[in-house]
């Protein structure tokens, strides 16, 4: 299982970095749009439709990507980042305050209708944050995702080393408050090194000066996201878990589905993003 872990990703990493850094405006957009249909497609499992269902649900889900296409493609850009606006507040409301308390109260939706909307609410925001982010520069998209990773992998040595008392049993019952702390931990360790790169090899970029200027408040931010991040992943598994399922599909050999994989930046990316906007109009 490790070895196929290891090689999924050495195939996957190399394909989204040359997305990342290389394709045009408008390739990245498509690329974001495959890999969130991807998941949306997962995301039906969680559903359980009658067929009639599920059209109702992918034919929602393409209106709103035309919607966010057309506002997104079609100058001025203005719009676009205005309706972002609110479709990061709904996103900022989801992931902190009806999640949380779904999870507390481990709640199953009455039915499909809710628990696609819910997907949409996933899914949606982030396909907004991925371009935008995108726009402002590869290097600060990046940055916000890597607070993921290292709050992942911090927390998944710290959780083997000391862990000891579980966080949510439940729901995923191999994370331990342990290890959320030594995520935390890892994530101010990576911002202390971002924040000194980024001042010795990007002083000159707008974005950096603006996230610099933010001095201890940015600490406290990529300390907020490595925490939610941790919501976004409790979500997916108390999805799966409704459903009867251990992968939210079979996608990515070794590593589950798509969702498996960006479940923490659902929560993360569209925060980082609303966040990004707002000091951006600030300075």
Excluded at 28 to 46: G, K, N, T, Y
Aim: aromatic share 14%.
């Amino acid at each position: 299982m490790l070895k196929t872990r290891i090689i999924t990703a050495l195939v996957i990493l190399p394909i989204v970095l040359v997305a990342l850094f290389a394709f045009p405006r408008w390739g990245w957009a498509a690329f974001a749009l495959a890999i969130l249909s991807a998941a949306a497609w997962e995301w039906r499992r969680f559903c359980k439709f009658t067929p009639g269902g599920a059209v109702a649900y992918y034919s929602g889900l393409a209106g709103a990507a035309v919607v966010l296409g057309g506002a997104y493609f079609v100058p001025p850009i203005a719009p676009f980042a205005n309706l972002a606006m609110w479709v990061f507040a709904a996103a900022l409301v989801f992931w902190f305050l009806l999640v949380p308390l779904w999870l507390l109260r481990q709640w199953r939706a009455p039915s499909a209708a809710i628990d696609a909307l819910a997907g949409a609410v996933v899914l949606v925001p982030m396909l907004v944050a991925l371009p935008l982010l995108r726009d402002v520069s590869p290097w600060l998209l990046l940055s916000f995702a890597a607070i993921v990773w290292v709050a992942d992998i911090a927390a998944y040595f710290a959780g083997k080393a000391f862990g000891k008392h579980k966080l949510a049993p439940t729901i995923s019952p191999g994370k331990t408050i342990e290890g959320v702390v030594g995520g935390l931990a890892g994530v101010a360790l990576y911002f202390f090194l971002w924040r000194w790169l980024g001042a010795t090899f990007l002083q000159g970029e707008y974005w950096m000066q603006a996230m610099l200027a933010q001095g201890g408040i940015l600490l406290l931010f990529f300390l907020v996201l490595g925490g939610i991040s941790v919501v976004g992943d409790l979500f997916e598994s108390w999805m799966k878990r409704g459903a009867g399922l251990k992968d939210s599909s079979g996608l990515l050999p070794g590593h589950g589905g798509i969702l498996d994989r960006i479940d923490a930046l659902t929560s993360t990316l569209p925060v980082a993003a609303l966040f990004t906007i707002l000091i951006m109009r600030a300075v």
